[in-house]
């Protein structure tokens, strides 16, 4: 729809109008720079125009154009001595009544070949830098243009740059989140607990339904097995998604630090209290609480933690005063918890508080078939970071890994082929990239007389002697934390 003629200065004013509008109504950066264009030649009552972008030091876009063609667009800008060439380089304003005639243009092949008239072009500049230009001209009207056009043109442009820089940002910002997004879901989904075994065929089978609860979860697994990873799996498809998920290591503090940071504490509740803490049972607040290594915990945190369980209530350190916490509990243990129980180490009411939803992760070596696919979905994971092009594992390789028992499980394996990935000397990992170091048969004569914990014992200390007792090379290669090889190291020299 045509807009009713108006005097020069009115309409100067509405183009301004129409680009702070497109500020906050446009937020598609392609769309807004045809609106840009569009506004602009209709304001000044050009014939043509087009809009040019920086995308580096020696790249120049062709935007956007009206009632023009990007050719003809082009053989306006490309001579060095062009109107436009000289707006980008200077970032001043250009006004010319007559190009044909104009002293600063009348050489140019440009102005000359298109027969332009009257000219005017202004830059579009970004926090100081010129990013683009805008460019009308007229072939029939000489005088078009004059001094209010091009004070015009300069307050739009600067107008219309606040808005092009403003979609950009909103662009990037909305492209940004939908990344997180993705990755977020990549990250805590169930299709990141990759497997196919029976053991975890059941566990997607049941995990919607534990994840729409607010059931308390026990997870039981070996070290390395990915119980954080169901945990977090089963928080993130929770409607307490966007509420905190909180973590924290048992077996990693002392009891009375760990209860201060469990529970927090009263300023002045025992030397070097300087401040009332916040526990974590606040903090995760109508989100969920992941105890990891729950087997660790002392009699007196059981105690506190039961009492939670029962009524939601606690105490932070030093207080009398009760509080509330909606919070969920999920907890993992590497060991039977069953057995702590029955050996008097765990209380057997916080245990049956603690399992009423029971998930038990079983170890690689008992997920064979798993092993390929968990391989090929660590070689992905990797392989995008690496500049190597690497296609594959040879099947030597795949048998390697299937024969390996992986005492650090689904960490250990992934450590290996991250290391493999590093030190593969072709496209193909083999089995020399891997580094396994060659295991005894477990079925051989003495294994089967032996416990797990001793047979885990022996192949702990035989790497560590590998590698000159070096706590942190030997934790890579095992593919678990500093903190476990350290308790376990001290709980056999017990």
């Given amino acids: ?35 840009v264009m ?19 030091p020696d790249r120049i876009r062709f935007a956007v154009s009206h009632n023009i063609s990007e050719e003809g667009a ?10 436009v060439n000289q707006v980008l380089q200077t ?70 740059a606040i808005a092009l820089e403003n979609a950009r940002l909103y662009a990037s910002l909305r492209e940004e989140n939908r990344l997180l997004r993705e990755q977020l879901r990549s990250e805590y989904d169930f299709s990141e607990i990759v497997g196919n075994s029976p053991a975890l065929r059941e566990l997607f089978e049941i995990l919607p339904e534990v994840s729409a609860s607010d059931a308390t979860v026990l997870i039981e697994g070996e070290s390395g097995t990915g119980k954080e990873l169901v945990a977090r799996a089963i928080h993130q498809n929770s409607p307490r998604r966007h509420r905190p ?52 915990i002392g009699p007196q945190i059981q105690v506190k933690l039961l009492r939670f369980l029962q009524n939601g209530e606690y105490r932070r350190v030093g207080e009398t005063q009760m509080r509330h916490s909606d919070v969920r509990i999920v907890a993992a243990t590497n060991k039977i918890l069953a057995d702590e129980v029955r050996a008097g180490r765990f209380r057997e009411d916080l245990y049956y508080r603690l399992n009423v939803i029971h998930i038990s992760l079983p170890p ?20 995008r970071r690496s500049p190597k092009r690497i ?49 005894r048969e477990v079925d051989s004569v003495g294994d089967t007389e032996r416990t797990l914990e001793e047979v885990q014992r022996d192949h702990v200390l035989r790497v560590l002697r590998a590698n000159d007792g070096n706590i942190s090379q030997t934790a890579r290669k095992l593919g678990v934390s500093r903190r476990w090889l350290h308790y376990k190291l001290k709980e056999w020299q017990e």
């Fill in 1 to 35: 729809m045509t807009r009713p003629a108006l005097p020069e200065s009115r309409e100067l004013l509405q183009g301004l109008f129409e680009i702070s509008q497109a500020i906050s109504q446009v937020q598609d950066p392609e769309q807004l720079l045809r609106k």
């Fill in 38 to 56: 569009d506004v602009a030649v209709e304001t000044v009552g050009a014939e043509r125009g087009f809009l040019v972008l920086r995308e580096g």
């Fill in 74 to 83: 082009s053989r306006i800008r490309r001579p060095p001595q062009s109107i």
């Fill in 91 to 160: 970032g001043e304003p250009v006004l010319s009544t007559d190009a044909a005639v104009d002293a600063r243009f009348s050489a140019s092949e440009s102005v000359l070949d298109a027969q332009v008239r009257s000219v005017a072009c202004v830059p579009l500049v970004v926090r100081g830098q010129v990013q683009g230009a805008i460019y009308v001209d007229s072939l029939t009207g000489r005088g078009r243009f004059n001094q209010e056009t091009l004070l015009f043109l300069t307050a739009f442009a600067s107008q219309a």
């Fill in 245 to 296: 998920f909180v973590t924290v290591f048992c077996s990693s503090l002392a009891e009375s630090v760990l209860e201060s940071e469990l529970f927090g504490h009263k300023r002045g509740a025992f030397t070097g209290a300087s401040e009332n803490k916040v526990g974590l049972f606040e903090t995760a607040n109508h989100g969920t609480l992941f105890l990891d290594e729950i087997g660790e």
């Fill in 364 to 383: 690689l070596r008992e997920r064979k078939d798993d092993i390929p696919l968990l391989a090929d979905h660590f070689l992905r994971k990797y392989a």
């Fill in 391 to 439: 296609l594959g594992f040879s099947p030597e390789a795949y048998k390697a890994l299937r024969s390996y028992s992986w005492p650090g499980n689904v960490r250990e394996l992934e450590n290996a082929v991250e290391r493999a990935i590093v030190l593969a000397k072709s496209e193909v990992i083999t089995p020399a990239d891997l580094r396994l170091e060659p295991l």
